[in-house]
């Protein structure tokens, strides 16, 4: 009877404790989806056919030079002129999960050394959603960080970097704002270095396609997201880690950039392109599932391969401008000013070719504009006009003309020598 019992009581225990295992786990799946998380980024590890898929979308839009996006937001950004040749509420402000870290990644770059050693606090360790898998008292470079930060889009990477380099999560989403207003960014703040949804952290497409093409820029950002396996050590051990972007090493030209995922943000992925003289940077935010934004990115860059080229926009700028200075520098007058004539100047352009669609290229216009009378004195630097290049009747960039040097006005000596010019030229004297 007594070994009955306790033998009862084992079961018993055994059955408690399986509940309790049961119960946590639960728990913490349910504490996982309540905050949005990338479920080790691992929605981004969803395997797509990628040869398949950019066959499909050729397939269907071969003969088409418009496009159908299905996710909520995209863009095509032209990295030579930085603007945006195609746009689907591309100046929404709008959550972008994981591609926030490509800020952050820009901060750390700027501010940390790579060789620093980062021991990880119970705060990066305990953080949710996409992770490198870092544990409390692990030890880390500041540049494997930065690879499992750009990689394998971890959170515990980004919350780390971030108390190294800024002291704390707001010290560093402070360091990430002000290098936002650098930057010119108008409509993006930042709330925390890994991008899980919270109120208050947006972009739009526009700005986080200038914030990879500022990254891009920077030799080491490059370098890592444009790396497939990278080997990295923690502890001292080596670990090989995946980029989360499938697109690399399978659509030609692909060298970047970030994979993203959270409820708000939806799927998101940045992505830079070089095909010949074409180098650009899509974005999609807000697609419903993986298989849409890569299909709608491949669609992005086929169109853009397809419809534009490359024009030399300064040269046309430059030649147009020379042209008009011969017929019409000399019209324009200066009154009682010690010159009555004006030597102008072109703001510099600062790029010289410009991704255009290729109906469009001979709706290019130029025009140049001028006072022709002016009352001296006129200041070297004043602006005098402009030059507005218009294509398709829309005006997409606007040239300052600026005096050359100064032009006095007359005094009462530059009479005198004046009108003693007037009276011994014409043999009054």
């Known amino acids: 009877m007594i070994k009955k019992f306790c033998k009862s009581k084992k079961l018993l225990k055994k059955f408690l404790i399986i509940i309790f295992i049961i119960t946590i786990t639960i728990y913490n799946l349910n504490i996982s989806k309540a905050n949005n998380i990338e479920e080790t980024e691992n929605p981004e590890d969803e395997k797509i056919d990628i040869d398949s898929l950019q066959k499909e979308v050729l397939e269907t839009s071969a003969n088409t030079e418009e496009i159908e996006i299905n996710s909520r937001i995209a863009l095509i950004y032209d990295r030579a002129s930085g603007r945006a040749i195609y746009s689907k509420n591309g100046d929404k402000e709008t959550p972008m999960a994981s591609t926030t870290k490509i800020m952050t990644a820009i901060v750390v770059l700027e501010n940390a050394n790579l060789k620093d050693v980062v021991t990880i606090n119970s705060k990066a360790a305990g953080i949710g959603g996409s992770r490198l898998g870092l544990k409390k008292n692990d030890k880390i470079t500041v540049n494997d960080l930065l690879y499992g930060l750009l990689l394998r889009s971890g ?73 497939r396996i990278a080997t990295i050590y923690i502890n001292g051990y080596a670990r090989k880690i995946n980029n989360t972007n ?18 708000g943000a939806g799927r998101c992925l940045v992505s830079a392109c070089k095909r010949g003289e074409l180098d650009i940077i899509t974005v999609i935010i807000g697609a419903n599932t993986t298989k849409i934004r890569t299909a709608d990115t ?67 216009e130029i025009e140049v504009n001028t006072m022709f009378y002016l009352e001296a004195p006129v200041m070297e630097k004043d602006i005098l006009g402009n030059v507005k290049i218009l294509l398709n009747n829309e005006v997409i960039e606007v040239l300052e003309i600026y005096n050359k040097e100064t032009i006095n006005k007359k005094d009462v000596v530059d ?13 009054i004297v």
Request: glycine share 8%.
């Open 415 to 427: 009479y005198m020598y004046e009108f003693i010019y007037i009276i011994t030229t014409r043999g």
């Open 155 to 227: 959170n515990d990477a980004a919350v780390a970097l971030a108390i190294h380099v800024g002291g704390s999560i707001e010290g560093f989403a402070d360091m990430m704002n002000k290098k936002a207003q650098e930057m010119g960014l108008k409509n993006s703040h930042f709330i925390v270095p890994h991008g899980l949804d919270n109120d208050g952290h947006y972009t739009t497409a526009y700005e986080l396609a200038k914030m990879a093409d500022y990254a891009l820029k920077i030799d080491k950002f490059k370098e890592i997201v444009s790396t």
């Open 246 to 263: 499938q697109l690399l090493g399978s659509i030609n030209g692909v060298y970047g950039v970030k994979t993203g995922f959270t409820n």
């Open 298 to 364: 491949i669609k992005l860059i086929e169109y853009t391969n397809k419809n534009f080229e490359m024009v030399n926009i300064k040269e046309r700028i430059y030649n147009e401008f020379n042209r008009w200075l011969e017929i019409n520098e000399g019209r324009i007058f200066v009154n009682k000013g010690e010159k009555n004539s004006v030597k102008l100047q072109l703001e510099d352009i600062n790029y010289e070719k410009m991704a255009i669609k290729k109906g469009n290229i001979d709706k290019i």
